[in-house]
């Protein structure tokens, strides 16, 4: 069942326990915590139980919370951290040096997994002396054991190649990392590691759980840098309600926010009450997971002839949005997963990210369905559909089929393309339905005579669509690059391109080994273009674009400047200017901005609310800027606002 499922399930049984306590059993699950050990490890027995938390869905629960953390003594300041999506394990150090490590288990009794653990390259084998008066004779560590989303992504890639099934999910990819038999397998799958607690401690006085993390990050363990103290429960609720919005900045999974109150001799006054500790509570994050029905497969054709398979689904409340359609990626992926039409499925949504079928729930298919088959013909023109020998993807063979069509304007006139406002779903549609618009350039031959021709277009639509149209010849060849549609060549890369070689023509001349000297540029972009510029269509489509005005090259880059040769990658909100305000004075002062911090960045400019780009500057000793340093740099100073 899904994680919600299984919460609600858990609350409801503690409720009925709480109000029959006759009634509650020993192997009741609200009596253990985690899965029992396996056999193939030896024990490792902790030092002091793990334990786990108790849940608060909303506002009024955290309140709730806050209320019996007062009642039972004075004023409280709490520490809010993000609740990692992983494993728990504990570590131990004896002198400063590992000495084992182990799962949480059912919270008394783990496995022993130093050795695969030890395999985990951000969790220390020797302690940090340099930063803390003394090391600790003996110190335990606890946190989480997780995977990156993009290493999540490589992986699942990779057993795709090989024939293997996908993981589910990030966390059950480290979970079984962490049990494997053979440590060398464990270190394959590179796994991540935030400390978030102490647990036992010799010959160093700890006051508080921030003063713990502080300890844990001196003494070198990574920390999530994602963590405030809060005076009040105001000020935490603030803070769950940033990460839910936030969580998908993110390149790891967070399922909620973890309140602990920060003096340590208060936790120990308010105890546990079970299984869970009166002192702290996880605040859950609302689902994103549901089951519905699937009703149909729809196919749309995308605009490279991709046929990408929709599930039309029985309408269902994820996360407070109602959800009717979801991805289902491609036929190997419906094949892969076993996907019948009339399936019950579970279906995510994660954040903007478009809602994605998961599988059929097998338990619930009660009669026989049929296995889906992609058509052999294109559902838009007819034409015949390839289904290449080892390909997830079928295509239309038509070039010319007007469903890529449609799809190759719309996105050209996109917002981050180049936005041409008045061309969006329906315009481009009847664009190309009557026969205006073959290909992108043909927008630029528009005229007051051929737009008359749309049904339900007056005088003004027309003047303000060739307005549109004829300012967006000017937006630069990063916005064009991106609206051509190129397959790997995203806004960013475009910019990264456009940056780097000026204009189209330098573009289309450069050799392969000249694309993948830009930083960021990698052998598939670098093939990709080539292959766009081999066609002559494509060729002869930009000369027309030039010739009916559309600039091809990039805005003028400063050639002097006191950032010349920097790369500055920002992150958080800067209190004096917005991201994109600050991306362009270090870009006018010669400054190149990118998307991720690498060894090769000079500066990140942080502001309030860092994601993970801050923790990555700090792990490669690339120096932090705030705004005022920023402003420094630049020779430029505040201006009143
Ligand atoms: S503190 C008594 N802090 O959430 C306090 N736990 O049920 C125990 N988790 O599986 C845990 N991030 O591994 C704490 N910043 C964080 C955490 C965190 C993730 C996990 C923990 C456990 C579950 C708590």
């Given amino acids: 069942m899904s994680d919600a499922e299984y919460d609600q399930l858990f609350r409801e049984l503690r409720d009925l326990e709480e109000r029959y306590p006759e009634l509650v059993t020993s192997d009741s699950p609200t009596r253990r915590v985690g899965e029992a050990a396996s056999e193939k490890f030896a024990p490792y027995a902790h030092l002091s139980p793990m334990l ?46 590992l000495e084992r490590g182990g799962t949480r288990g059912d919270g008394v009794t783990g496995e022993d997994v130093t050795a695969n653990l030890r395999t985990v390259r951000s969790i220390p084998l020797r302690l940090r002396t340099d930063r803390v008066a003394g090391v600790p004779a003996f110190l335990e560590a606890r946190g989480e054991v997780y995977l990156r989303k993009s290493d999540f992504e490589k992986i699942n890639a990779r057993r795709e190649r090989e024939g293997l099934a996908p993981f589910a999910n990030p966390r059950n990819a480290a979970a079984g990392a962490v049990r494997q038999l053979d440590p060398r397998l464990t270190a394959e799958r590179k796994l991540s590691f935030f400390a978030y607690a102490v647990g036992e401690l010799k010959g160093v006085a700890l006051k508080s759980q921030w003063g713990a993390l502080e300890l844990l990050r001196e003494t070198g363990f990574p920390v999530n840098p994602n963590i405030r103290r809060c005076a009040t429960i105001d000020d935490v609720i603030a803070f769950c309600g940033e990460w839910e919005s936030k969580r998908d900045d993110l390149d790891y999974e967070i399922d909620g926010v973890v309140v602990k109150v920060d003096d340590l001799a208060q936790q120990e006054r308010l105890g546990s009450a079970g299984r869970d500790p009166r002192w702290a509570t996880a605040y859950k994050f609302r689902a994103r997971e549901a089951r519905t029905k699937l009703v149909d497969i729809a196919i749309t054709v995308g605009r490279t002839g991709t046929l990408n398979p929709n599930a039309v689904l029985e309408p269902v409340q994820i996360g407070g949005v109602t959800v009717r359609n979801a991805t289902l990626h491609n036929a190997e992926y419906i094949r892969n997963n076993d996907i019948r039409i009339g399936d019950v499925v579970t279906v995510v949504r994660a954040g903007d990210v478009i809602p994605r079928v998961v599988g059929p729930v097998l338990e619930l298919r009660k009669k026989k369905l049929a296995e889906f088959a992609m058509p052999d013909a294109c559902p838009v023109c007819g034409a015949d559909v390839d289904h290449p020998e080892g390909e997830a ?55 007051a005579r051929a737009l008359e021709r749309v049904p339900r277009t007056g005088e003004k639509t027309v003047t303000n669509l060739l307005r549109n149209i004829e300012t967006s010849k000017q937006r630069g060849l990063a916005r064009l690059l991106s609206g051509l549609g190129i397959r790997f060549v995203g806004s960013q890369n475009a910019q990264l391109l456009a940056d780097e070689f000026g204009s189209m023509e330098a573009l289309q001349a450069a050799e392969e080994e000249a694309l993948l000297r830009v930083e960021g540029v990698g052998a598939e972009i670098a093939q990709s273009l080539r292959l766009f510029f081999a066609q002559r269509a494509n060729r002869a489509m930009l000369e027309r674009l030039r010739t009916l005005g559309v600039a091809m090259d990039a805005p003028r880059r400063s050639r002097g400047g006191p950032l010349i040769g920097k790369t500055f990658v920002l992150t958080g909100t800067l209190p004096g200017m917005t991201r994109e305000e600050a991306a362009a004075l270090i870009q006018q002062a010669g400054g190149k901005v990118t998307g991720s911090v690498s060894k090769r960045t000079d500066y990140v400019v942080a502001g309030a609310d860092p994601g993970s780009k801050l923790a990555k500057a700090e792990a490669l000793d690339v120096p932090v800027l705030d705004e005022a340093a920023l402003r420094r740099l630049l020779g430029t100073f505040p201006t009143d606002r």
């Fill in 52 to 97: 786990s938390l108790a849940n608060a869905f909303d506002a009024g629960e955290l309140r709730a919370f806050d209320g019996r953390v007062r009642k039972a003594g004075g004023a409280v300041a709490y520490v809010a951290e993000l609740k990692i999506d992983g494993l728990a394990i504990s570590l131990q150090y004896r002198n400063g040096t």
């Fill in 393 to 447: 993807m079928s295509r239309c063979t038509n070039a010319a089929c007007p469903a890529q069509v449609v799809e190759r304007v719309r996105h050209f006139a996109s917002r981050g393309a180049m936005d041409i406002e008045g061309i969006g779903d329906v315009m481009a549609a009847q664009l190309t339905e009557l026969g205006l618009v073959k290909n992108i350039a043909d927008i630029y031959a528009l005229d």
